[in-house]
């Protein structure tokens, strides 16, 4: 079995820059992947809150960027997906057994990035007409709905990000917020209530999206008034947060209700020689620029948990 000082889950932009440091602290490193590198951030067009770059970055470009300063430290990353970790006690000490897609692995420390995916809003229809007008995924998707109409439903940065990238191809981008106030960035939400192909149905959830084949028209209904109403539109995207890819860390980890990993301030989780960093962890901002501090942090922690540098 192949055995690692150190193996990273996940290559968005935490497991990268935990490379990163492993790499500079010449650890024998092997970083895992489930999808592809970049993780979701990648499913936003620019990101413009990574400081650095005025007037924003192309995600993919910036994760092309991360993965390239990894590669020149030749970090080792595999394309397989983990599906549980299993402590072992070695003489005086613990070992983690990787096991993945791709087989066994061994290790003497772990970093956490598993990063999280997006949240099912959960009402009738989206499961089965996923891929036939209801869609997660701006950038990947937008362009299908060229001059169409499409609901958007979420009032964070993603839904408010998506709705001005999804404008620049459907005629009308209908945003549905469950009440007045956004979560979002005043700065979007300005931008978004100036651009005239969207508009914005507040205090309203989804009670059903509907179509035969393909999305025809949703089921709106008022918080307040409880009055229902129906929207014709061919697209619904769904932007309402984020779940943790966490399920194959229930069994030895301390997570919360939600599923996110709860962590130390160095990085440490319920399990020593286990760290954590990213989407994965309970905190408080869900940004690029702290996942990769936070990562910094946990291959720093790493390192000197390896080496017993105190
Ligand atoms: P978020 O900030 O958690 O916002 C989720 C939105 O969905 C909220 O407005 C919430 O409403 C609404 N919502 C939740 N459940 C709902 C339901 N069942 N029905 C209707 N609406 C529902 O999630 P996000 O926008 O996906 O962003 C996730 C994280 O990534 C955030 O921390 C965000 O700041 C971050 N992010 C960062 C960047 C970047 O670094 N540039 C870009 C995009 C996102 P309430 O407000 O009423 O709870």
Same mark, same amino acid.
């Given at each position: 079995m192949q055995q690692y000082d150190l193996i990273i889950i996940g290559a968005g932009p935490a497991g990268l820059t935990a490379g990163l440091y492993a790499g500079r602290f010449q650890i024998n490193t092997l970083i895992m992947e489930k999808i592809s590198f970049g993780g979701q951030i990648t499913l936003s067009s620019t990101i413009e809150n990574y400081p650095g770059f005025p007037g924003g970055i192309s995600t993919h470009e910036l994760m092309d960027k991360f993965k390239a300063q990894v590669d020149e430290l030749g970090v080792k990353t595999q394309d397989s997906e983990v599906t549980e970790i299993i402590p072992e006690k070695q003489g005086a000490g613990i070992f983690y057994r990787v096991r993945s897609t791709q087989g066994d692995y061994l290790c003497k420390a772990l970093i956490i990035a598993s990063g999280a995916q997006a949240r099912r809003l959960g009402v009738d229809g989206e499961e089965r007409l996923i891929g036939r007008g209801v869609s997660y995924c701006g950038t990947c998707?937008?362009?299908?709905? !060229?001059?169409k109409e499409v609901v958007l439903i979420g009032g964070g940065d993603r839904a408010v990000e998506e709705a001005i990238f999804l404008s620049g191809y459907a005629n009308k981008v209908i945003v549905v917020h469950r009440r007045q106030e956004f979560r979002a960035s005043k700065i979007l939400v300005e931008r978004a209530k100036n651009n005239p192909r969207i508009s914005f149905v507040l205090d $309203? %959830?989804? !009670?059903? /999206? &509907? *179509?035969?084949? !393909?999305?025809? $028209?949703v089921i709106l209904s008022n918080v307040k008034s409880h009055r229902e109403t129906t929207v014709e539109c061919q697209g619904v995207f769904v932007f309402v947060g984020i779940a943790p890819n966490t399920d194959f860390l229930k069994k030895v980890l301390q997570i919360n209700e939600a599923g996110f990993i709860i962590t130390k301030p160095d990085?440490?989780? $319920?399990? $020593?020689? %286990?760290?954590? &960093? *990213?989407? &994965? /962890?309970?905190k408080s901002l869900y940004q690029v620029v702290n996942a990769c501090g936070e990562a910094a942090v946990a291959a720093n922690s790493a390192h000197k948990y390896l080496f017993n540098l105190g």
């Open positions: 998707d937008g362009p299908l709905f !060229r001059n $309203s %959830v989804v !009670r059903k /999206i &509907c *179509g035969e084949n !393909r999305v025809e $028209s990085q440490e989780t $319920s399990l $020593s020689g %286990v760290f954590a &960093c *990213g989407d &994965c /962890i309970e």
